[in-house]
């Protein structure tokens, strides 16, 4: 082969990758990492003329690309009849040889581990399942990568087994990264949990960042919102051995870009994820500054498996009258969606739905008011003994994990902002999910399905109830009942089932 069809390529350093070759290469190669941000047409910078709408991740000028692309950079290359010559840094050798993540490091190995750490989940020693060892493994193994696994399949266990293994096995450091402060404080408590009979002095080696928290305590593992590190500088970030970003579909490209991209000394590039629907970051950009994704677990196989629960969902189609309708023919989408969930007839059916249901369940919302509202009416229809929870973005870190303990321990309702229910909160007892809120985001949607799907002693099932306000007029549907429409075929595409209820709501 042609010397003008060799691309050279070594390590700058952990996280970007130098290429060298004929010229030809750098446009093609820029080309086929580039991608139109969606919505860029309506920014001040594209209307100014001052940005084309494009993110281009190999930098032309300097012939750089991040190293999380390495692997995507050998599929193109071939296919446009090129050759990638791995070659180590002539400046620095010990960053080893571009997307080489040989390791002596066994699955064996990593599973005698996990099992030495006698993990205990509520006080009974927990099972480690066969693809919680294999994400631990793929995980210290490649040394990178986004590790998609469903809600409900026990991703704060396998976070704890890594941070365990770089900070003791390898005497490393370790940042876990969340989207939100309630985060920070279920993953320490998750941490003492697993920690309750082996010994591990959690409070010893954990420092939780959130707000105005201290950050130049040198623990061994830090645990931060990604909001309270937004300018840390490189020497901060490369003062660890492994980041990890946990939910990681709730961070943009540029949280991502702004730890990552100066992390350019830290091996251990990880990130979780549940979801790569409407992920906030790009997931070309996302494996760019992390890796590959490692598919652990579906729900569908962890819902067969026995793993999660199953779940039975009720599509409750609310069929409003003719002049309704035709008033909101030509409404726009905010007037709709503030009249709808400003209904107090579709609040006080909601509500008496919640309180109808066995079991604990949670009600999700988006706008205060109506959650209140909902909260008030469900309230003023339960029993005097039968707890009823109201929880939005005024409620403390400490009154929510207070709640959230509650709550997995008695029958209760539960009344939760979606902003404070999406990210990661586990909450096992849940048996029925109502959406007061019509959802348009899959992200959203897929969360709030996988609150209710975890495993508790005696729960059989998860009911989700999912409701579509029907104002079509004249064969043309409203906004929001369109979105109705996207919900259920999600649940299709995911491979779930549902039943269709209507209601005349007259």
Request: a neutral charge; proline letters at 4%.
């Amino acid at each position: 082969m042609s010397d003008d069809k060799v691309i050279q390529v070594y390590k700058l350093n952990e996280a970007m990758l130098k290429l060298v070759g004929s010229p030809d290469f750098a446009l093609e190669i820029s080309e086929a990492f580039s991608f139109q941000v969606p919505g860029a047409k309506y920014t001040p910078m594209f209307r100014a003329g001052k940005w084309d709408g494009f993110i281009r991740l190999f930098n032309i000028g300097s012939k750089t690309l991040p190293c999380g692309l390495y692997s995507r950079l050998l599929e193109i290359a071939n296919e446009r009849g090129y050759a990638v010559l791995p070659r180590l840094n002539p400046d620095n050798p010990g960053y080893g040889l571009p997307g080489n993540s040989e390791s002596e490091l066994q699955y064996s190995e990593i599973k005698e581990y996990m099992d030495s750490l006698n993990l205990h989940g509520g006080g009974s020693k927990l099972d480690i399942r066969d693809y919680q060892y294999n994400a631990v493994y793929l995980a210290l193994s490649t040394k990178q990568g986004i590790l998609k696994s469903a809600t409900g399949s026990g991703k704060s266990m396998i976070v704890y087994s890594i941070a365990r293994y770089i900070t003791e096995e390898l005497d490393g450091r370790m940042l876990i990264i969340v989207p939100t402060i309630g985060l920070t404080t279920q993953f320490l408590g998750d941490f003492k949990d697993y920690s309750s009979n082996n010994g591990y002095n959690v409070d010893g080696n954990v420092h939780l960042i959130s707000g105005g928290s201290d950050k130049t305590v040198r623990k061994k593992i830090v645990i931060s919102t990604f909001q309270s590190l937004k300018n840390e500088t490189p020497d901060f970030f490369n003062s660890f051995t492994c980041i990890l970003t946990d939910e990681g579909h709730k961070i943009t490209s540029a949280s991502f870009k702004a730890i990552y991209g100066k992390a350019t000394e830290v091996k251990y590039r990880l990130a979780c994820t549940g979801t790569l629907h409407d992920l906030k970051c790009n997931v070309l950009e996302m494996i760019a500054l992390t890796g590959p994704v490692h598919d652990i677990a579906s729900a569908k196989d962890l819902i067969s498996a026995g793993q999660l629960v199953p779940l039975k969902i009720k599509g409750i189609q609310l069929n409003y009258p003719e002049d309704i309708c035709k008033a909101f023919k030509k409404v726009e989408y905010a007037d709709e969606i503030g009249w709808i969930t400003n209904n107090p007839k579709r609040n006080n059916f909601i509500a008496k739905l919640a309180v109808k249901t066995k079991g604990t369940t949670l009600v999700l919302f988006r706008f205060i008011e109506q959650g209140q509202k909902i909260y008030e009416k469900i309230k003023e229809l339960s029993p005097p003994d039968h707890p009823v929870y109201l929880v939005d973005g005024s409620v403390s870190k400490e009154d929510r994990e207070s709640i959230r303990l509650a709550a997995n321990a008695e029958v209760a309702t539960l009344v939760f902002s979606f902003g404070t229910s999406a990210a990661g909160i586990n909450l096992p007892a849940i048996e029925n999910i109502i959406d007061a809120h019509p959802t348009k985001s899959k992200l959203t949607f897929l969360q709030a399905i996988g609150r209710g799907l975890r495993l508790k002693e005696g729960k059989t099932h998860c009911n989700l109830f999912t409701i579509g306000d029907n104002m079509t007029y004249k064969k043309k549907p409203n906004t929001t009942f369109t979105h109705f429409g996207e919900r259920l075929r999600l649940l299709t595409e995911e491979g779930y089932q549902f039943d269709i209820v209507h209601v005349d709501f007259k």
